[in-house]
């Protein structure tokens, strides 16, 4: 009796936290001027069952941040729910290449020719098209991922080239510090590079991020407040 009680409890919270997100998305953006912008579901490190609530409200965009973890939980929820979209939002490695195409729609972290090169070939090769995002490391982080901001162009020609589908620009900012002026600058490189997508703002800084012009949220540990797994989660 305790476990059912707890499982419906985990289920109003995820549900309650989902529309209270939607809803503080639509009136930040409305306050900005801004148009309201796509919220992802980030569920790495939560199971099928923190997944089924979101689902059931309609939620049908979701990110993951690593491949085998999505093998192990999306291929049997896309069996109940044929429109699902799902994003991979982490590093991925040349060898996972083949994996990802199958499983993923969208891959966020293109940041390199190699990695670029490897998914036009799988995408051939499984007859898929892969849409993509390149990761901009912005803040020029050493242990960071993404491409640096003087090589973007030079990647998104290449991608160009080997035939990829490029729709936006992806980045993660410096943990510490007023992330403003990287988001402005990756909207503003978007812009200019014609590209519509801009995938920036997580649970921390989403406002700062919509009012910057971020068309795509990845929100994760605020989806999840209040939930047994959401225990020293930052929100
Ligand atoms: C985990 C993750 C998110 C979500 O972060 P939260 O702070 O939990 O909202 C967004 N983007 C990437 C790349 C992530 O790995």
Known sequence: ?????????????IQQNHQALLHTIENTAHAAGKPT????????NHGIEEIEPLLQQGQRVFGENRVQEAASKWPSLRQNFSDIT???????????????V?????IQSVDREKLATKLAQEQEKQQKN????????????????GVA?????ALYRHCRECQLTVEGLMCIPPALGDPTPFFQQLAQKATEMGLKNISMGMSGDYKIAIESGSTMLRVGSALFAGTAHSIGAAI
Not at 149 to 153: A, F, I, V
Request: charged share 20%.
């Open 130 to 145: 892969i849409r993509c995002y390149l990761q901009v490391n912005v803040g020029n982080e050493e242990q960071k991922a």
């Open 86 to 100: 799902l994003h991979l939002i982490g590093p991925l490695q040349t060898n996972k290449v083949a994996l990802a």
């Open 37 to 44: 912008p796509l919220m992802l579901a980030v569920t790495k």
């Open 102 to 106: 199958s499983l993923f729609d969208v």
């Open 149 to 153: 901001w003087e090589d973007l162009d």
């Open 1 to 13: 009796m305790k476990i059912v009680a707890d499982r419906n409890n985990v289920t109003s919270i």
